[in-house]
């Protein structure tokens, strides 16, 4: 079984790079974030050509979560339990889809960026990755051989490494300590990255500006976090650098984890 994670930045302005990419990539099970386009407005019918089932959590032009699956999609769950809300009034964003698929529950993930390290979004990220440790261990708890995947940008950067250069982030998010704590309280939950081991000193996403990508200036933000019962099936995994290539690439490479 193979499992992907793709932050795809908008799904209508990339659905043909999209359907070429499952067609070539032998995927079965693939999760994408900031689809950017409300659930009525998602080309649900393109992937369902060519034998994929849809699932897909959109409220407007921003953020969006989905999950395409050849083998299957049950007991869809939009947000996660304690998923904190944001906006006035306050309310939950498109930010998190559950599925089983071929016995793998998949949680496409898209974490608030905090912005900047004094803005309110920060604090709202801190909080949403707490509630997903809490409601991760939860699940945990109650089925320790789960199978589960969370997968998705995370917009946290947690080692050095996972950036070009430590000091152009200097006084940045996506580097900070609490950022990195709250990453690591997943981790430490009991799921593991399993793609890190296969792609040393790789990124996943380059920004479009300043010829971040052939300068190789990038970062790596976009995981696949397993469960213990999940990461023991894990054969390799890769980034898939090509797709960031060319015109009308998004700014992040899709992530691939391969399964006994």
Known sequence: MRIATWNVNSMRARIDRAVAWLERSDVDVVAFQETKCKDEQFPTARFE??????????????????????????????????????????????RALGATCGGVRVWSLYVPNGRTLDDPHLVYKLEWLKALRAAGQNWLTADPQAQIALVGDWNVAPQDDDVWDMAAFEGSTHVSGPERDAFNGVVDAGYADVVRPHTPGAFTYWDYQQLRFPKRQGMRIDFALASPALASRVKTAVIDREERKGKGASDHAPVIVDLT
């Open 49 to 94: 050509e060519i034998g994929y089932q849809v699932a897909h959590l959109g409220h407007s032009q921003w953020n969006g979560v989905a999950i395409v699956s050849r083998v299957g999609i049950d007991d869809v769950e939009r947000g996660f339990p304690g998923m904190p809300s944001w906006g006035d009034p306050p309310a939950a964003e498109a």
